[in-house]
């Protein structure tokens, strides 16, 4: 795919990664928009390739909402990212605690609705203006590294595991209509997001038990997703880029 004038949809746009991504978008004429609970700042950016949208991205009215007015603005959608992310560490139960020791219905609930229902609802809603619109696109999906299971995140890898299946469901459906749909799994990333959700002494020990002793890169984890938009024969897969760690 040449992504040049593409219009693409990144949710969790105001995370590390997702700015990141929109910023190395928009820098290949793309126009991008954003839907995030959260502010995306777009000072920084020229208004005519960026639209941003405060989305409740796990409600199906605002997603659609959200979707029409954006596909008004900048024209059918050609590809979607879905970037947003939410990481909680807590044991199932934990022994060491007095009181409430077990991982929280609470927790689990939010956990999967960001990183799995939303993944769901906006693919949904996506695939559903492509086929309308008979536009041949790509889906891109972020799972992690701890979808193979990681002690202590119980939700998170659950909802990654969940990621993973959905995406090659989703190619097996979709190919036919000339949409493709692959994952990234990002191992531990140097970002602010994954250091208040481990804490930094945490990540030093997984530091050390990857090849090449360093965590990976916030562009380098977009230059991993650039690469399935613009190449049209990667689908159905997830890519690891975890430094060649093994949970």
């Known amino acids: ?7 693409f949809l990144v949710t969790g746009g105001s995370g590390s990664i997702g700015s990141a991504l929109v910023n190395v978008l928009i820098s290949l004429n793309c126009r991008v928009t954003v839907l995030d609970s959260s ?3 777009t000072d920084h950016l020229d208004s005519t390739f960026i639209n941003s949208l405060i989305c409740d991205l796990t409600n199906d009215n605002s997603v659609t ?4 007015s954006s596909i008004k603005r900048f024209g059918p959608l050609d590809g979607l990212i879905n970037c947003v992310g939410l990481m909680r560490s807590c044991m199932l139960v934990n022994p060491i605690l007095s009181g409430e020791n077990r991982h929280s219905l609470t927790d689990w609930q939010q956990i999967i609705d960001v990183n799995l229902t939303s993944v769901f609802i906006v693919s949904r809603t996506v695939v559903q203006s492509m086929l309308n619109n ?6 891109v999906n972020v799972s992690s590294i701890c979808s193979s299971g ?10 990654k595991a969940g990621v993973e299946a959905l995406t090659s469901v989703w190619s097996k ?12 799994a990002p191992g531990f990333v140097d970002s602010p997001s994954t250091s208040n959700a481990l804490g930094d002494q945490y990540l030093d020990q997984w530091k050390s038990r990857v090849p090449l002793k360093r965590l990976a890169s916030i562009d380098e984890i977009v230059s991993s997703i650039i690469f399935i938009l613009s190449n049209d024969y990667f689908n ?9 760690l093994v949970l």
């Open 39 to 41: 502010p995306f700042s």
């Open 150 to 159: 990681n002690p202590g995140q119980s939700a998170y890898s659950a909802s």
């Open 173 to 184: 459906e979709l190919s036919p209509f000339g949409i493709r749909c692959a994952c990234i």
């Open 1 to 7: 795919m040449d992504l040049s004038g593409k219009h």
């Open 65 to 68: 909402t959200n979707i029409n």
């Open 134 to 139: 008979r536009t041949k696109g790509v889906i």
């Open 236 to 244: 159905g897969r997830t890519l690891a880029v975890d430094g060649g």
